[in-house]
């Protein structure tokens, strides 16, 4: 998908089309995930830091992911991959490989072109939004294909002719080629795909290592065997916080590891998983970062069993100094619970409390107990009120969804010394005007994403627009919901990446 999270917000608000637009962590120590094409040209990238995509690009919107309505659009697109073929490998939410020679679609170059084209359309009827198309004979130059391709083309690499298209390229262009091998090679004289097909694989051994180098050097000869793989296993699941300022109360960092874990439970039981080892990991102030774990005696979904192995974990952790990143995972995972010996341990210290409450009663202690009753009543009132006092500030995150009571649904806009600025319009509605409220008016409420394409989900059953027959482009009506097919007859072995 092109400029994807960038791309899905400004359909959403039609006040932001045709505008530089800024998708990532808005606090210091923010990271832009996605930039439109129009901050691309001010130099804002992704992975870059906040502060300087805000230096190079002043005037752009700078949004906080919503990552809801992003993975419903993701599952849209997956969808029609799925009635392309049984072998679709997702990469990612707005990136995926598909296997068209398993789904029997494509025949020859003009036919797998004639996929590729009619992916494109059927993806911005369904989504509002363009994505790339790639083809090529492996995952490698149908990745590279698709980036070629950008923004929203269809770039096919003919067999026979991969060498010669990646020779002239930069070695960056592999996958694998960061900037420290880059620089390795660099200062080797090797600067273009050509030149290390031409070092020869012992060269690149001796500059890279045997692993790095002969991978490498069997990319720059175009060759790559990896099959696409439809299901990928699920090793871990983990959340994560980078936090604005460094956090020095131990308290507070003990607080935030019992949120994380919570999150991560929540992670956890929605993939339908249990596990059996709990990490936990911490950034301090000096950058290094630590891993500790801990493994149960069986796998558990419970938030309270992995909230205390998270907190016995963290006691071994020195955070003198400050904490930047936290993290909560659990790992070794299955689809079945145990009874947790930590949860039994706890109940039965709660049951052995209550029978111990209920012979001080039958002794004749009842006095004590009410006092002590009394004095916790008498703590919890000023608490209470204080409470009633001082209700916490409700947060209202830069583009994420709102409606009022009147003036219907918006985005906010932006927020700040309890005041919180909407405009209201829809995806399909004209630019709309910008209204300022209280940040606790009871009449402005979060709100959902609503969907880009009017009627894109209104449940109906749509027909494929893939022909049975290779290279048939169908009906000229876009598919909504194209079912699974699979064919006979001879196809090339193309796959389709759409980054």
């Not at 339908?272 to 149960?296: A, C, I, M, N, P």
Request: include cysteine.
């Amino acid at each position: 998908m092109d400029a994807f999270y960038a791309s899905a917000e400004q359909a959403a608000k039609p006040s932001l089309r045709g505008k530089a637009v800024v998708v990532g962590g808005l606090g210091p120590r923010g990271v832009v995930a996605t930039a439109s094409y129009e901050a691309r040209r001010f130099g804002v990238h992704s992975a870059m830091p906040m502060g300087q995509a805000r230096r190079l690009a002043p005037n752009a919107a700078y949004l906080v992911p919503r990552f809801g309505l992003y993975r419903d659009i993701s599952e849209q697109v997956m969808e029609l991959l799925r009635g392309l073929s049984p072998l679709v490998e997702p990469l990612s939410l707005d990136e995926a490989f598909v296997d068209l020679e398993a789904g029997g679609v494509a025949s020859d170059e003009p036919s797998a072109r004639a996929v590729g084209e009619r992916l494109r359309v059927d993806i911005r009827a369904v989504t509002g939004l363009t994505g790339s198309v790639g083809l090529a004979a492996s995952k490698m130059l149908a990745k590279i294909a698709s980036e070629e391709a950008k923004p929203d083309g269809l770039r096919l690499i003919v067999p026979g002719t991969e060498r010669e298209l990646l020779g002239p390229m930069s070695v960056r262009t592999l996958p694998g080629v960061g900037p420290v091998t880059g620089d390795h090679l660099r200062r080797a004289g090797i600067t273009t795909v050509a030149e290390i097909a031409e070092a020869g694989e012992d060269e690149l051994v001796r500059l890279l290592g045997k692993a790095h180098g002969m991978h490498l050097y069997e990319m720059a000869l175009a060759r790559d065997e990896r099959p696409v793989v439809a299901e990928r296993d699920t090793k871990s699941v983990s959340v994560e916080d980078t936090f604005d300022i460094d956090i020095h109360d131990r308290v507070r960092v003990r607080l935030e590891v019992d949120r994380l874990a919570e999150r991560c439970v929540q992670r956890l039981r929605a993939g339908g998983h249990s596990g059996r080892t709990v990490v936990l990991k911490v950034r301090r102030y000096d950058f290094s970062t630590l891993t500790r774990s801990e493994t149960l005696r069986g796998p558990t979904d419970d938030p309270g069993v992995v909230r205390e192995a998270a907190a016995r974990l963290l006691d071994a952790v020195d955070t003198t100094g400050g904490v930047r990143l936290l993290g909560v995972g659990v790992s070794g995972l299955a689809d079945f619970t145990q009874e947790d010996l930590f949860a039994q341990a706890a109940q039965a210290a709660q049951a052995a409390q209550a029978k111990e409450e209920q012979e001080r009663l039958e002794r004749g202690e009842e006095e004590a107990v009410a006092e002590a009753a009394g004095r916790e009543a008498e703590e919890a009132v000023p608490a209470q009120e204080a409470a009633v006092e001082a209700p916490a500030e409700r947060r209202w995150l830069a583009g994420h969804d709102v409606r009022h009571a009147e003036f219907g649904p918006g985005w906010v806009q932006g927020s700040g010394l309890g005041r919180v600025t909407v405009r209201f319009e829809t995806p399909w509605s004209p630019p709309g005007r910008v209204r300022t409220f209280r940040s606790d008016d009871p009449l402005l409420e979060p709100g959902e994403p609503l969907p880009l394409v009017a009627g894109a989900d209104d449940g109906e059953e749509g027909q494929s627009s893939y022909g049975s027959q290779a290279g048939d482009s169908g009906s000229s009506e876009p598919a909504i919901r194209p079912k699974s097919r699979s064919g006979g007859g001879d196809s090339v072995g193309a796959e389709t990446s759409i980054p």
